[in-house]
């Protein structure tokens, strides 16, 4: 084997690492979220030492930082990947449908919404705010133009609409139905995108 392709296997190996981690994280914030989470609680989970762990973050701050950052990178993804023919109101009721199919399946509670100092922190990130500005122009876009084809109120301002939208996908109501209710995830879903869209009217 070649120096460059041990190279290149050792970089393989250190972002499949790398994946598991984060992996580890998001399992571990969905249950105890990020007061109770610790170093130890990722390491331990993945069988790994905690200098390993250091080795690739240095602090849990900026191992959350960095799964909030593949949470977005991940909405992002999928944003770009819905078909041109996709109206906009389309693209917004599609990523929520993503968004909240991700939590059902244990991803990661929207951290910001949980405490001022989780706020903070991540305020101090300058890759995730960077990542959440951008996320958020594109969504406002959406809104604005799904307005302007009638799909979405106009008589409501844009801020509202977006605003309320990032409150669905944050929505405690998605856990309680999966406890407690005899719903399946594609129910709970179904009946999350027409409260977003369509109210609680008949």
Request: proline share 2%; with cysteine; glycine share 4%.
């Amino acid at each position: 084997m070649s120096i460059f392709s041990k190279l290149k296997f050792k970089d393989q190996a250190f972002r499949l690492r790398e994946d598991a981690i984060l992996d580890a994280t998001t399992s571990i914030l969905a249950t105890k979220g990020f007061d109770l989470m610790t170093m130890d609680d990722v390491a331990n989970l993945i069988g790994i030492s905690k200098p390993s762990l250091y080795k690739h973050f240095k602090s849990k701050e900026e191992l959350v930082g960095a799964a909030m950052i593949r949470l977005l990178d991940g909405a992002s993804e999928q944003l770009a990947a819905f078909p041109e023919t996709f109206s906009a109101k389309d693209k917004l009721s599609a990523l929520l449908e993503w968004a909240l199919r991700v939590r059902l399946d244990g991803g990661l509670p929207f951290l910001p919404s949980t405490s001022n100092a989780v706020r903070e922190m991540l305020m101090r990130n300058l890759k995730y705010v960077g990542r959440v500005i951008k996320l958020n122009s594109q969504l406002e876009k959406l809104v604005i133009a799904a307005q302007k084809n009638g799909d979405l109120s106009s008589k409501l301002s844009s801020d509202v609409i977006l605003f309320s939208y990032y409150a669905r996908s944050c929505d405690p109501a998605v856990e309680y139905l999966q406890r407690f209710s005899k719903m399946d995830t594609d129910s709970i879903v179904e009946n999350m995108l027409r409260v977003c869209f369509q109210g609680l009217e008949d």
